[in-house]
């Protein structure tokens, strides 16, 4: 066993003239390591900032999701999503397949819905249109009804224009709005909800699923930090979680309403343990427009809004990496170089490439606990590779040409060596005296057996020289 370990050692580790403190330490004297170091940590920013990374991050990381979804999809205890569904839209009993949505029948869902003493109620709904304006409202709601309010691009493509919210009218105490405008990735995915919008150079809008946050937490520091923080543009939670809701129809609840949406808004509180105490968002699966690609597939807006707000109310975020991430770069580099400095040049790239190849599979794992984590390390890191690899060969060619100068000077020893070789003999043939001869006889052997170590031609006949 010692034998075998011996041997690996031989094998793997590197030995020289020099300890190995020596060896690690001069690596930092070298200016071909600053060189590489700067330019791989530059590659890697830049890279990054063009988007080489996101794009392959986003995918790997929606395959962690998907994957971690199939084995822990949660179920929503605080929201409840009321859908207007292709059946409802079509029903001659109310929305008779018409847009904009017909006032009565919606009014009528919405003062349903609030007499049935929800926590909060959500609207993601269009109402821009004129025709909004003279819908029944519920008056002087016990709970906070936030109205979907939605955007157009200007020319400023950092600011976005607020439409009008139903039908540009002056909402009732208790009744507030908020943008609903999704945001797409490099791919056309949701996979972030803004808190804030920019509206004008100096003022921005709460978000639909934020206003009611806000609404349902007042105390929350964060929500006064509409007007401090001015200079930033959006605040955005990102879905990490798959997470499902109970979903009812909307025609459950027009159902033995009363038959006009004024009565409906008057009648008073209704039992009902479903809706009781929960956040309610109505929404619609009735066009495919309300419909947005996700990293679960794709879902309707009113989930969207939704998985916002749940991820508001039951925090799991992914931390941001600060000043571990440079900590986590500068310790990968010691370790390359602690690679170099100890094994041999062919078991020292042999490990690198396995480090790097580990590197990148575990990244996936890293960006999908650590959202400000990209894949920029790796190029920084191939930089840190290609400079020890730089300098182990040039540690081989001088270790080459040492070789190629001792092999020199055993060939002029052989030389030499045979030259005494053949003297010697020659003394010890022609010496009178028996103890001379036979010292003689003997360094002329140990001539002889030194030239054919050295694979130098030992017979007289066969050297040139």
């Known amino acids: 066993m010692k034998r075998v370990i011996g041997r690996l050692k031989a094998a ?204 349902l937490k007042p105390r929350d520091p964060h929500c006064a930090e509409h007007s401090r923080r001015a200079g930033r543009n959006l605040e955005t939670p990102s879905f990490e979680r798959f997470i499902a809701f109970v979903k009812y129809p909307v025609g459950e609840f027009l159902d033995g309403a009363p038959a006009t949406a004024a009565e409906a808004c008057r009648t008073k509180k209704i039992d009902d343990s479903r809706i009781a105490g929960q956040i309610i968002i109505v929404g619609g699966s009735y066009s495919e427009c309300d419909s947005y690609k996700t990293p679960f597939g794709d879902r309707p807006g009113a989930e969207i809004v939704a998985s916002a707000l749940e991820e508001e109310l039951n925090p799991r975020r992914s931390h941001l990496m600060g000043l571990e991430q440079h900590l986590w770069e500068v310790a990968l580099v010691l370790l390359i170089v602690t690679i170099h400095s100890l094994l041999r040049p062919v078991p020292a790239l042999a490990a690198t490439a396995g480090l790097l190849t580990l590197l990148v599979w575990q990244g996936v794992w890293l960006a999908f606990h650590y959202g400000s984590y990209r894949a920029s390390v790796v190029p920084f890191l191939i930089a840190i590779v290609t400079e020890q690899m730089l300098v182990a060969a040039e540690r081989a060619q001088h270790l080459a040409h040492d070789v190629e100068g001792l092999e020199v000077k055993l060939k002029r020893a052989a030389k030499s060596f045979l030259s005494l070789s053949n003297d010697a003999s020659a003394l010890a043939d022609h010496s009178v005296d028996v103890e001379a001869s036979m010292s003689a006889r003997d360094i002329a052997d140990a001539a002889t057996k030194f030239a054919e170590d050295s694979q130098w031609p030992a017979h007289p006949k066969q050297h040139k020289g």
């Open 12 to 215: 793997l580790l590197y030995k020289g003239e020099r300890s190995f403190w020596r060896r690690f330490l001069g690596n930092f004297k070298s200016p071909l390591f600053w060189i590489f170091f700067i330019a791989g940590w530059l590659a890697g920013h830049e890279l990054s900032e063009l988007g080489v990374f996101e794009y392959a991050a986003l995918h790997t990381n929606d395959a962690l999701m998907r994957e971690a979804a199939q084995t822990r999809a949660e179920t929503s205890n605080l929201i409840r999503i009321v859908n207007i569904t292709p059946e409802d839209f079509a029903s001659a009993e109310s929305f008779q397949s018409k847009l904009p949505l017909l006032t009565e029948p919606l009014s009528r869902a919405v003062c349903s819905l609030v007499n049935r003493s929800p926590r909060a109620l959500i609207v993601d709904l269009d109402t821009s249109d004129a025709s909004f304006a003279s819908m029944p409202l519920p008056q002087n709601p016990k709970v906070p009804v936030i109205w979907a309010r939605g955007a157009v691009p200007s020319t400023d493509p950092d600011r976005l224009v607020p439409k009008q919210v139903l039908g540009n009218r002056d909402l009732p105490r208790g009744q507030f709005t908020g943008l609903a405008v999704n945001f797409l990735s490099l791919d056309w995915s949701v996979r972030e909800y803004p808190r804030w919008m920019k509206t004008t150079a100096r003022e921005r809008a709460s978000s639909l699923h934020w206003q009611a946050y806000c609404l």
